[in-house]
């Protein structure tokens, strides 16, 4: 689901509304807002994972600490996307607005007192279901919780929820893979052989599924993982045959959007087996599939 904004009579509509709309400016528009900001959540979240050199595959297996840090995180590479530079106070300034950015993987927001009488962009993550939320609230005494934690810092409380305006609201995500994969085929995967065994086991595991370029790297276990994509020796070989298409969404963009295949960025990849005449046709033309 895409944006629920406020109503045009609701008290906070004059303050959020032109915040709303400079985000979704800032984003290229609400199509590649929706597209690219939640491909932020799954790279700032695949490297505090880190696979590569920590042999850890999930947010489950990091510290407290870094789970900490991936609010930071997101902050960084969202304010970069966008364009925007911190602000004198609070995280992010915008046409001249101070915003404060909070960050979830829970069912609510901690909000420092500074924030008081500031718009807070809020952004929730959920890995086990792939799904996040982007909302703007005007944040006031009346919508805060009054328990504080040992930060001086309250929630919003339940009633108060229905004063943000959602820019992405139950959106999906790339999902994680080893969140969904069974034990017993991670660990076929993982006992695949070398690296590029590996790789074309997932693809050929997990098809119609973006895996970002981090969780490649981490199974080809080598800085050049790229080799272990390509035809000549790597996973293409052992999928094409199969008529199993590995696709890249930098390089393969115009063949994903003719497939349908949805959501893929830049750094993602994705697999799909054709079953439809002209499908075979257009991924045999270009030489993805034997």
């Known amino acids: 689901m895409v944006s629920i904004p406020l109503s045009v009579d609701h008290p906070d509509y004059l303050v959020l509304a032109p915040i709303a709309l400079a985000l979704l400016r800032q984003g290229k528009g609400d199509k590649l807002f929706s597209l ?3 491909t932020l959540f799954r790279q700032a979240i695949d490297e505090v994972i880190d696979a590569p050199r920590t042999n850890r595959f999930t947010l489950d297996e990091t510290e407290k600490t870094e789970k900490t840090y991936l609010g930071t995180k997101i902050e960084i590479l969202l304010r970069n996307h966008l ?10 300034s915008i046409d001249g607005h101070e915003i404060d950015i909070k960050n979830t993987m829970g069912n609510n927001w901690t909000i420092p007192l500074e924030s008081l009488h500031h718009p807070a962009l809020l952004i929730r993550v959920s890995e086990k279901k792939a799904l996040c939320d982007v909302g703007l609230i005007l944040v006031k005494n009346e919508y805060l919780n009054q328990g504080m934690n040992r930060d001086s810092k309250r929630t919003i409380t339940a009633s108060a929820m229905t004063n943000i305006w959602w820019l992405l609201r139950l959106h999906p995500y790339p999902p994680n893979f080893w ?7 991670r660990q076929i995967i993982l006992n695949a052989g070398g690296g590029t065994a590996r790789i074309a086991l997932l693809f050929e595991k997990i098809q119609e599924s973006p895996i970002s370029r981090i969780q490649v790297q981490a199974l080809a276990q080598q800085h050049d993982y790229m080799k272990r994509i390509r035809r000549n020796g790597g996973a293409r070989d052992i999928l094409a045959p199969k008529g199993i298409a590995l696709l890249w969404g930098q390089r393969d963009r115009g063949l994903i959007e003719k497939l349908g295949l949805g959501r893929v960025g830049r750094d993602q990849f994705i ?6 005449i002209d499908q075979i046709d257009l991924l045999r033309k ?3 599939i034997d």
Do not use: R
């Open 271 to 276: 697999s799909f087996k054709p079953t439809q």
């Open 36 to 38: 690219e900001v939640p």
């Open 286 to 288: 270009a030489h993805h």
């Open 83 to 92: 364009g925007l530079q911190k602000g004198n106070i609070l995280d992010l």
């Open 179 to 185: 969140e969904i994969l069974p034990l017993p085929d």
